[in-house]
Each structure stands twice: as structure tokens, then as C-alpha cells.
């Protein structure tokens, strides 16, 4: 089965037709080796790292209500958790293991894309991504990637813009 075939990325792809965002779901590009972090994306498509969006999962709460956190986040920097929470409007985010991940996503740590979950996921979205025409995101298999834009990204998952790293990374003391 090709990494196109592959069910998590059908979704995808049908979740950015459904969009509209049909050139994204079109451009939805194989890459020869698996890529599982920013800086492995960026050298795979010869783009700057900052322009790798980043799907982050974190976890909101630890009881049988917990539910999950997508931070969509420049690959040059690191999410602050403090600010996400504060930007989620919930008490504080966790980490979130691969299972976590897998129910909440359907996808793989890796992989995973902005859209085609089980379920909509509360999406922020770093507007450092903001500084590059053309942005680059999972597409449901740690193999698979989409072209798409800062505002095609805010348009998709419906998510709320915000600076997503810590103070010391956006200029602040």
C-alpha cells in the first residue's frame, strides 16, 4: 500500500476537498523517507524549518473527560505550555502519549495533520507560520505532507491565531 493509500491520509484528503482546499489536497506530497520532526521535513522538502507546521497533541485534564489540544506551531520553535493553556482558555495542557494521540487523531505521532480526526479538535494556530508563503503540514502518515498557508491553516481547523512560544522565543524578557 503506498503512504497515499493509506486510510488516515484518504481522510485527509477528503477533509481538505470538503474545505475546499482542493490544491491542498491535490499537492498532498510522498516523501521517501519518514519524517518525524520539523527539521527532518524542512531538509526532506528544502524548505526553511520555520515553514513546517508542526501538529502538536497535548493533553487537557487526566480524568475520563480529558480531551485533546492541537497546537499547530512553527517548526522553528518550541510551544510554550503556559501559553497554550492560557490561549486554549483551559488550566494547564500536558503531554500526550502515542495512545492518547491515536484516539484522539487517528493518526500517528509523526503524522499527524490539522484536520481529518474522529472529531474536531480546539486548534491553535502559531502565527510565526504567518512569515511564509507556503507552509507545510502532515497529512496523516509520518511519510506525508500538504502545502497549504497561515490563513488556509486558520480556515481549516477553525483554530484561534496566537505567538505559541514561550516569551523568551517571541523577543519578550
Given at each position: 500500500m503506498s503512504s497515499l493509500d493509506h486510510p488516515a491520509v484518504a481522510k485527509v484528503a477528503a477533509a481538505l476537498s470538503e474545505a475546499g482546499q482542493h490544491a491542498a489536497a491535490e499537492g498532498i506530497r510522498v516523501l521517501p523517507a519518514e519524517v518525524r520532526t520539523a527539521a527532518q521535513?524542512?531538509?526532506?522538502?528544502?524548505?526553511?524549518?520555520?515553514?513546517?507546521?508542526?501538529?502538536?497533541?497535548?493533553?487537557?485534564?487526566?480524568?475520563?473527560?480529558?480531551?485533546?489540544?492541537?497546537?499547530?506551531?512553527?517548526?522553528?520553535?518550541?510551544?510554550?505550555?503556559?501559553?497554550?493553556?492560557?490561549?486554549?482558555?483551559?488550566?494547564?495542557?500536558?503531554?500526550?502519549?502515542?495512545?492518547?494521540?491515536?484516539?484522539?487523531?487517528?493518526?500517528?505521532?509523526?503524522?499527524?495533520?490539522?484536520?481529518?480526526?474522529?472529531?474536531?479538535?480546539?486548534?491553535?494556530?502559531?502565527?510565526a507560520l504567518a512569515a511564509h508563503d507556503v507552509v507545510w503540514a502532515a497529512a496523516g502518515h509520518p511519510k506525508t505532507v500538504f502545502p497549504t498557508t497561515f490563513a488556509g491553516l486558520v480556515a481549516l481547523t477553525g483554530g484561534t491565531p496566537g505567538a505559541l512560544a514561550g516569551p523568551e522565543e517571541n523577543g519578550q524578557p
Open positions: 521535513a524542512a531538509e526532506a522538502l528544502g524548505v526553511p524549518v520555520g515553514a513546517i507546521a508542526n501538529s502538536l497533541i497535548f493533553r487537557v485534564g487526566y480524568d475520563k473527560n480529558a480531551h485533546a489540544l492541537l497546537a499547530l506551531t512553527s517548526g522553528a520553535h518550541r510551544a510554550d505550555p503556559e501559553t497554550l493553556a492560557d490561549l486554549g482558555g483551559v488550566e494547564a495542557v500536558g503531554k500526550a502519549d502515542a495512545d492518547f494521540v491515536r484516539a484522539h487523531t487517528g493518526q500517528p505521532i509523526g503524522g499527524v495533520a490539522p484536520v481529518g480526526h474522529p472529531a474536531p479538535l480546539t486548534t491553535l494556530v502559531d502565527t
